[in-house]
């Protein structure tokens, strides 16, 4: 996707406070601390933290804010013609859940702490491709062993895409790191499931409204992390 870059905006998005975070990397491990501070809440409990990867123009996460008030969400986003639409829309609404990061997502593991994060979501990740760019693919090994840094054990990553193969290649990425998959659809609009799937598999995203109307199909899935396998030592007594 290349982008004509607009004079002026990145002035633009540094002023959108509260709802850009300027230095992430001062949060890590402190995210609820943040969040307590967004929320106006002296001693608060807990608040589950979902986190979009490439959140693009931010239709999805804006949404998710919207219908889940009780969780906190984090949209990341590297391009800032697209993240800034994203911002004036979270600004539309005062959003008091919601907050961006303008960041490659390789910066992820330098901004949350271990199991920090509840879940993840990719929605329409860039495919790369060209297999020289695999590495490239935000479903990669390379990402997934990142993720597995933050997200929280029995954490979903939900991946929805519309291109078969990226799922194909990110299904065996996945199992390939031991995560656990579940509600594997190849035509996610047209399984009899939809209606009984979690919210987000139905909110749609902007690529997926594109894609939808085009009548292609969309692909998703859930992969959980697992714990760790207890390694036992030859000679050990378990
Ligand atoms: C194909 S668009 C999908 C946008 C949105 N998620 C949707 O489904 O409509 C992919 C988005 O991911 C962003 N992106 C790709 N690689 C990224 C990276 N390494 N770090 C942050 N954002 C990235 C792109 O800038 C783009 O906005």
Redesign the pocket.
């Known amino acids: ?1 290349r ?1 004509r870059r607009i004079p002026g905006t990145r002035e633009k998005i540094l002023e959108y406070t509260p709802w850009l975070v300027t230095e992430p990397t001062a949060w890590q491990g402190r995210w609820q601390s943040y969040i307590a501070g967004r929320l106006g809440c002296e001693s608060p409990s807990p608040v589950e933290i979902h986190l ?6 931010g ?2 996460i804006n949404e998710m804010a919207r219908e889940c008030p009780d969780r906190f969400w984090i949209g ?4 800032e013609e ?2 800034l639409d994203a911002l004036e829309l979270a600004k539309t609404w005062e959003a008091p859940n919601l907050a961006f990061l303008w ?5 992820t593991v330098d901004i949350f702490g271990d199991g920090e994060v509840d879940g993840l979501y ?5 495919p790369w491709p060209k297999e020289r760019h695999a590495k ?1 693919r ?1 479903t990669h090994q390379r990402f997934l062993d990142r993720y597995r840094r933050y997200l929280k054990t029995g954490g979903l990553i939900r991946f ?1 895409t519309d291109n078969e193969e990226l799922f194909r290649f990110s299904l065996e990425e996945m199992a390939a790191k031991g995560f656990a998959l579940e509600q594997v659809t190849f035509d996610l609009h047209k399984d009899p499931a939809l209606a009984s799937m979690e919210l987000s598999a139905r909110v749609m ?6 894609f939808s109307r085009q009548g292609m199909p969309i692909y998703r899935c859930e992969a959980r992390l697992l714990p760790e396998p207890v390694r036992v030592m030859p000679g050990s007594d378990e």
């Open positions: 996707m982008l979009e990867l490439g959140t693009g123009r239709r999805f990341a986003e590297l391009r697209v993240l960041i490659n997502v390789e910066q990719l929605n329409f990740s860039d490239r935000l929805k995203t902007e690529y997926e409204c594109r």
